[in-house]
């Protein structure tokens, strides 16, 4: 099932059955990845007195609440409103789904003692291509990404140099497979999250960053098309299920 784009002067193919998921998947479980100092999710059949709304105990549905935030536990789409005194909505704010993407990897450079992706490095990956979209995938790239427990352990994140670059260069949605793009204890500086949506400037509503993807190993850096789809939540921030789709030649 192939579909034709045309993308300002270019005419691009994508295969719609070949569909690539980037999302991790939120599991009630030790093992779900986390970050932010709060325990896992919680998937949990409603109760009834005594009674617990399930198939196995005798009802006729599965009737379970789901206790989780969207930052810790796993892939979400954020806006502006994550850091901005304002409210403001992802729901409200992200009105297209579809994006002409870049998937590049980075290894993280050592800095003062932290591992950080640098305006250089980004640079050196993208080159002079214009896109809507980027996905950064950093290696190591195990699949130990998807249960790690985040928290004092000050993973990898953006120099605010990198950001400017991105805002600068008209990257609107950024991807990233970190639980931030900001350092885990930064006394709430927030430095690239500040400097990708322009809190000094015109606030740039309409771009997006989404933290916790997966980018599996098979996946080449390169050209894809992006569908972003969240869950409506009227929050600074939902789960999303990204989706990359390759460019055929």
Not at 54 to 64: D, L, P, Q, R, Y
Request: hydrophobic residues 40%; negative net charge.
């Amino acid at each position: 099932m192939n579909a034709t784009i045309q993308y300002n002067s270019r005419k691009l193919q994508i295969n719609l059955k070949k569909p690539i998921d980037i999302s991790m998947p939120l599991r009630a479980s030790e093992k779900n990845v986390r970050a932010w100092y709060v325990d896992s999710p919680k998937i949990e059949p409603v109760e009834d007195g005594e009674w617990k709304i399930a198939v196995k105990n005798g009802a006729c549905i599965n009737f379970n609440n789901v206790s989780f935030n969207p930052h810790a536990h796993g892939t979400h789409t954020e806006c502006a409103g994550h850091i901005t005194e304002e409210v403001h909505s992802i729901n409200e704010h992200l009105k297209q789904f579809f994006f002409l993407a870049e998937v590049i990897t980075v290894a993280p450079e050592r800095l003062n003692g932290d591992s950080v992706i640098s305006e250089k490095q980004i640079k050196f990956a993208l080159g002079n291509k214009k896109r809507d979209a980027l996905v950064i995938r950093t290696i190591p790239n195990t699949l130990d990404k998807l249960s790690t427990h985040y928290s004092h352990t000050n993973p990898p994140y953006l120099l605010e140099d990198a950001a400017i670059y991105l805002r600068e260069k008209g990257i609107k949605h950024l991807l990233v497979d970190l639980p931030s793009v900001d350092k885990e204890k930064d006394e709430c500086m927030l430095l690239a999250h500040n400097a990708f949506w322009n809190t000094a400037g015109k606030l740039r509503l309409d771009a997006t960053i989404t933290e916790f993807i997966y980018v599996p190993n098979h996946v080449e850096d390169g050209e894809y098309f992006l569908n972003l789809q969240i869950a409506p939540f009227e929050n600074d921030a939902a789960p999303s299920k990204p989706i990359l789709y390759e460019v055929l030649d």
